[in-house]
């Protein structure tokens, strides 16, 4: 897995190994720490991070730039592959890139500026740039489908976009009422993509149907402060993860009637009903995800604890099969490894 760092004088990103005979007994508990394979120096914060395949990672900097980096793995070693400076950008400033998406080879990233841009990992050039996107800063990007993206915003909307469309009007917008509390994080269900949860300022953890109207389905009282990251299981999407600046990483599992036990560690909480449950508009029943049920005996999701015990700032996290990753103000580097696939 790959780590980056923010507010240091000299950034780094670095690629750390897990290591497969790591695992003793049927505790699946691991023996020994992560290990560093390597490092390279990074020009400004990093502020995202995405695998765009197996050997290259692109990275969001503060600089504005977007980098592209290639993991050598005869010499473990990384190099600079390409770089687009001042890809974000202020008429007489850099501006900070905040987010990236990769569907290898395409790359999108989004800005402070209110820019979106397309790239192609195998072009030098920028494909597409989508001027006054936004008026306010964008946080966050998913792909919906191949064509099209969404994007989060510091005014509460959420905005999708159609690349086949040659203007730059998104193709819909949706918003929370009342307050234009920021959305910090988006992650689109990847096996319905409809489907999408944000979360935000005021540490709302809120799930969307995006053919439904232009307001969440539900509304999660999740955290106490700042909803960082959201991340879908990928595999067993009916298991969500966040983290939050209130130093918590929560695993969300949509319940059922079954008595399976839960496969995580830490203390199970009390189910959280969602505030605001609306059953959906037809079709076949039997193809609705759990996380859109509107019957609220079914619309209970269970929470546990994925950390021991309270951290400072969790600022991101990742999971791929049974692997769960994040990392802390605290510059200390969680791994669990008993997440359900």
Not at 159 to 174: T, V
Request: hydrophobic share 35%; aromatic share 6%.
């Amino acid at each position: 897995f790959a780590v980056c760092s923010f507010f240091h004088t000299d950034n780094k990103i670095s690629i750390w190994s897990i290591g497969e005979n790591g695992i003793s007994g049927l505790d699946n508990e691991f023996e020994g720490d992560p290990q560093l394979v390597c490092e390279h120096k990074h020009n400004g914060d990093v502020l995202d991070l995405q695998f765009l395949d197996q050997d290259r990672i692109v990275t969001a900097s503060s600089t504005g730039a977007v980098i592209i980096f290639r993991h050598h793995h005869n010499s473990q070693t990384l190099s600079v592959s390409q770089l687009w400076e001042r890809a974000h950008h202020y008429p007489c400033d850099n501006a900070p890139c905040t987010g990236i998406v990769c569907n290898s080879p395409e790359i999108v990233t989004v800005g402070e500026d209110g820019r979106i841009i397309l790239f192609r990992a195998d072009q030098e050039g920028v494909l597409r740039t989508i001027e006054n996107a936004d008026s306010s800063t964008i946080h966050d990007v998913t792909f919906l489908r191949t064509t099209e993206i969404l994007t989060v915003n510091s005014i509460g909307q959420l905005k999708i976009w159609d690349f086949r469309q040659q203007g730059n009007e998104p193709s819909q917008i949706l918003s929370l009422t009342g307050d234009r509390v920021p959305l910090h994080c988006v992650d689109r269900h990847p096996n319905q993509q409809h489907i999408v949860a944000t979360g935000g300022q005021d540490g709302m953890l809120c799930i969307w149907d995006v053919r439904q109207g232009n307001m969440p389905f539900s509304l999660m009282e999740a955290h106490s402060a700042e909803m960082w990251e959201v991340h879908f299981h990928p595999s067993n999407p009916d298991h969500l993860f966040s983290c939050s600046e209130d130093g918590s990483l929560l695993h969300w599992e949509t319940s059922s009637n079954s008595d399976t036990p839960s496969f995580l560690q830490g203390g199970r909480n009390t189910s959280i009903v969602s505030r605001s449950a609306i059953a959906p508009a037809g079709g076949n029943q039997s193809l609705i995800s759990s996380w859109l049920t509107g019957d609220s005996s079914k619309g209970r999701l269970e929470t546990t604890h994925m950390l021991p015990s309270q951290t400072l700032s969790v600022n991101s996290l990742d999971v791929l099969g049974q692997c769960l990753v994040c990392g802390t103000d605290g510059e200390a580097i969680y791994v669990n490894r008993r997440v359900p696939i």
